[in-house]
């Protein structure tokens, strides 16, 4: 099979490329990224002498880049997306240029190349927020951020696609990733690094927002089983089944690196931030047999110790990034 892989230098699309190959040496991977600032060619080093893999750096809003890496394939994984709520609350303009635009960019191509599959990645984040209780697929869409509305849009348009020219196409939405080489604004390598490097964390809020937890090597093994078996037109959840408020997840991060509450300083609370997500991933476990592997106590140990065993890889993207 070949395969177009968008934003795959990135922390989900790279863990994707390397276990893709690690299973199937004789795939065939293109991998499409920009590499912007969070995106990292490097991740993409341990399968760079795979005979299968092409790297090429391009925008996926450029469509003459897009409509060559598009010949020929069999299938798309789209990864590539601006995905970080606080930068999309400073200015939405890049979101709603890649997440919308550059996602029409690719359906346009793929239904002109007739690509067998699109595989959608998506977020929980576009059903806004829930008290209790978990969404399924059927659930009404009510993002409150610049970017899960820009993730909401490329949805539609996505299962547009599908239903206008028969486009094969299926939408997964995840819960919140972790993982070795995600980039370090997010919370779980944020507050790592920084608690490393004898820094304080900051906490929004009183910590009470609830999010699950779901390793990245999970998301990728159900990735894979839509891929492979999912139903054109369908939306998946993809889940971790690993509930924690952010109050917890800060003593747990704390506890790992042997550092005390005076590390964490309070912070006020992100605008419009969600207090709870909450996904049922019963319809892709039950379809397609998914069940997440990696129990969060030890997915955490083994993150925190990647890190800490890692910080020529990260200690870099932190400082470009003006994290220090």
Same mark, same amino acid.
């Given at each position: 099979?070949?395969?177009?892989? /968008?934003?795959?230098?990135?922390?989900?699309?790279?863990?994707? *490329? $390397?276990?893709?190959?690690? @299973?199937?040496?004789? +795939?065939?991977i293109t991998v499409l990224d920009k590499l912007t600032y969070s995106g990292v060619e490097a991740n993409l080093a341990p399968v760079a002498e795979y005979p299968g893999y092409t790297f090429v750096r391009g925008d996926?809003?450029?469509?003459?880049?897009?409509? =060559?890496?598009?010949?020929? %394939?069999? &299938?798309?994984?789209?990864?590539? +997306? =601006?995905?970080?709520?606080?930068?999309?609350?400073?200015? &939405?303009?890049?979101?709603?240029? /890649?997440?919308?635009?550059? /996602? %029409?960019?690719?359906?346009?191509?793929?239904?002109?190349?007739r690509v067998? $599959? @699109?595989?959608?990645?998506?977020?929980? =984040?576009?059903?806004?927020?829930?008290? =209790?209780?978990s969404w399924t697929e059927e659930c009404s869409l009510a993002p409150n !951020?610049?970017? !899960? +509305?820009?993730?909401?849009?490329?949805?539609?348009?996505?299962?547009?696609y599908h239903r206008t020219h028969g486009l094969d196409v299926? *939408?997964?939405r995840c819960t919140n990733n972790y993982g070795p080489y995600q980039f370090p604004e997010k919370v779980i390598p944020l507050f790592i690094t920084n608690l490393l490097d004898g820094r304080t964390v900051p906490l929004y809020g009183d910590g009470r927002n609830m999010r699950d937890w779901l390793h990245v090597s999970d998301h990728c093994q159900g990735i894979d089983l839509v891929l492979h078996a999912g139903g054109a037109g369908e939306v998946y959840h993809i889940g971790g089944g690993s509930e924690l408020s952010n109050h917890k997840l800060t003593g747990l991060l704390l506890d790992a690196v042997g550092a005390g509450w005076d590390r964490v300083e309070h912070v006020a609370d992100r605008k419009g931030h #969600?207090?709870?997500?909450?996904? #049922?991933?019963?319809?892709?476990r039950e379809q397609l047999?998914?069940?997440? %592997?990696?129990? @969060?106590?030890?997915?955490?140990?083994?993150?925190? !110790?990647?890190?800490?065993a890692h910080r020529s890889w990260w200690s870099p993207l932190k400082e470009r990034a003006g994290f220090r």
């Open positions: 099979m070949r395969i177009l892989v /968008t934003g795959g230098a990135g922390f989900i699309g790279s863990e994707y *490329v $390397r276990r893709r190959l690690k @299973f199937d040496p004789t +795939a065939r996926i809003c450029d469509p003459d880049v897009v409509d =060559e890496v598009m010949a020929g %394939q069999d &299938a798309v994984v789209h990864f590539a +997306a =601006e995905s970080h709520v606080d930068r999309s609350i400073d200015g &939405a303009g890049p979101f709603v240029r /890649t997440n919308v635009m550059g /996602t %029409q960019v690719l359906l346009d191509a793929a239904h002109r190349h067998g $599959r @699109f595989v959608h990645v998506s977020t929980d =984040e576009v059903y806004g927020s829930i008290g =209790e209780g !951020s610049p970017y !899960s +509305a820009s993730k909401a849009g490329s949805d539609l348009l996505a299962l547009a299926v *939408v997964t #969600d207090l709870r997500y909450s996904l #049922d991933d019963s319809k892709i047999g998914y069940a997440p %592997q990696v129990d @969060f106590a030890e997915g955490l140990a083994a993150t925190v !110790s990647w890190y800490d």
